[in-house]
């Protein structure tokens, strides 16, 4: 069985609060939570930047067609999102599926599975995300898969039209709704770190600016 879901309709503003998340870091976000991170999955190449809502593409392990047929619907600055099933031995994505989405219009591509074809996947330059690399791949079985559906990346649930936040220290999944007070949030912190450190080169230490000596001084007291 092979199923297409319905794209999401656009949401107006979008585009604008996606170049202003395109300025952060996904590391000052994992300071904040937990929650969202597509846990085992780093870039391929480093630096890497991706910032576009998800088409995704459910495989069935082996038979990769539909990452191909997903190919044919994605569109320009989207991210394709691939769940392999829990598939860890084999690539859906080499050279040719890389350079297919980069010539599509891609922003990236984040796949919780393996990928192939290093040498290509370096030429070809479109940023990518996976579990490593791999000579195995999957084959053109057309049997079943699903584009366009929820899928599971990495511990996190990603659905069609949610926004993908990747870069070179990890991949985070939002909805759209979520991205302006994530901005926001984000700039804000950011914003602290160039205080942070003046005050270590004006001789201060980390601890004392933190605020962890005192507590942990205190700690330290109440259980003497």
């Known amino acids: 069985m092979f199923e297409v879901g ?99 219009g ?6 919780d599975g393996p990928a192939t074809d290093w040498e290509e996947l370096k030429e070809v330059g479109l940023p990518v995300w996976c579990r490593g690399i791999t000579a195995l791949t999957t084959h053109g079985l057309a049997l079943e898969g699903a584009v366009q559906v929820p899928v599971r990346i990495g511990e996190a649930v990603v659905r ?13 999944f939002l909805v759209p709704e979520a991205v302006p007070a994530i901005v926001e949030t984000l700039r804000e912190r950011e914003a602290r770190e160039p205080g942070v450190r003046a005050r270590l080169d004006a001789g201060e230490k980390l601890p004392d600016i933190t ?3 005192a507590k942990l001084d205190a700690l330290r007291r109440a259980g003497a």
Do not use: M, N, W
């Open 211 to 213: 605020g962890a000596r």
């Open 6 to 104: 319905t794209r999401p309709s656009a949401r107006p503003g979008l585009s604008a609060a996606l170049a202003q998340l395109r300025g952060l870091g996904t590391a000052t976000l994992g300071h904040i939570t937990d929650f969202g991170f597509a846990h085992g999955i780093h870039p391929l190449f480093r630096p890497a930047k991706a910032v576009g809502v998800a088409c995704t593409a459910h495989i069935p392990r082996v038979d990769g067609s539909a990452v191909h047929y997903a190919l044919g619907v994605i569109e320009p600055g989207e991210v394709l999102v691939i769940d392999t099933t829990g598939e860890t031995g084999r690539a859906c994505v080499g050279g040719g599926v890389a350079y297919a989405a980069k010539r599509a």
């Open 106 to 111: 891609a922003a990236g591509i984040v796949v």
């Open 160 to 172: 069609p039209g949610d926004v993908v936040f990747a870069d070179s220290d990890g991949v985070y």
